[in-house]
T-cell receptor, first 115, second 113 residues
Framework: KAGVTQTPRYLIKTRGQQVTLSCSPISGHRSVSWYQQTPGQGLQFLFEYFSETQRNKGNFPGRFSGRQFSNSRSEMNVSTLELGDSALYLC??????????????FGSGTQLSVL | QQQVKQSPQSLIVQKGGISIINCAYENTAFDYFPWYQQFPGKGPALLIAIRPDVSEKKEGRFTISFNKSAKQFSLHIMDSQPGDSATYFCAASRRGSGSRLTFGEGTQLTVNP
């Protein structure tokens, strides 16, 4: 089985622009979650989608949004980019989500640099 | 609010030694405690996980020790190998929180040959 695929791998944007990141989960996985990783704040949960519905949301401003399609693929969007949005954005998938025992499978991430 | 504190920030161990990483949590509603391993350029990968109804779980060279009363848990890597050099993250989640994990700050482990 192919792992979690994130595209693009690297992205450079300027302040004020918007960006869309893509994630294809492992085949058969219905839950997709997004995390932001920075040297200062570590790994922080952004949101989780299951069956095209946002099930959980972290403490990020409304500029961060996401969606999930019927094939479980997910996108996240950041509008009006700020310098502090520079980070590695990680997508993780799991078969069902909603269970605290479920293993998360992470992609290699998209490295976003905001200039 | 940092709900999971991890230490040390970095750790250097000789090959064959024991690596110990500690975590402490605040939220008593947490009921699942995984450890993730991350290599440069890769996403985190689940190493081992424990629930608070057991005090220890061992998988190969990796052991989690869990102290519910102290709200602490630790990862022990026995016979550490250079290939174990990576960043390790403890995490916690509570029932019903889906895929929402609260991560510790991470520990960069270097195992010297």
């Amino acid at each position: 089985k192919a792992g979690v695929t994130q595209t693009p791998r690297y992205l450079i944007k300027t302040r004020g622009q918007q960006v869309t990141l893509s994630c294809s989960p492992i085949s058969g996985h219905r839950s997709v979650s997004w995390y932001q990783q920075t040297p200062g704040q570590g790994l922080q949960f952004l949101f989780e989608y299951f069956s095209e519905t946002q099930r959980n949301k972290g403490n990020f401003p409304g500029r961060f949004s996401g969606r999930q399609f019927s094939n479980s693929r997910s996108e996240m969007n950041v509008s009006t980019l700020e310098l502090g949005d520079s980070a590695l954005y990680l997508c993780a998938s799991s078969p069902r989500g909603g269970s605290t025992n479920e293993k998360l499978f992470f992609g290699s991430g998209t490295q976003l640099s905001v200039l | 609010q940092q709900q999971v504190k991890q230490s040390p920030q970095s750790l250097i161990v000789q090959k064959g030694g024991i690596s110990i990483i500690n975590c402490a949590y605040e939220n008593t509603a947490f009921d699942y405690f995984p450890w993730y391993q991350q290599f440069p350029g890769k996403g985190p990968a689940l190493l081992i996980a424990i629930r608070p109804d057991v005090s220890e779980k061992k998988e190969g060279r990796f052991t989690i020790s869990f102290n519910k009363s102290a709200k602490q848990f630790s990862l022990h890597i026995m016979d550490s190998q250079p290939g174990d050099s990576a960043t390790y993250f403890c995490a916690a989640s509570r029932r019903g929180s889906g895929s929402r994990l609260t991560f510790g700050e991470g520990t960069q482990l270097t195992v010297n040959p």
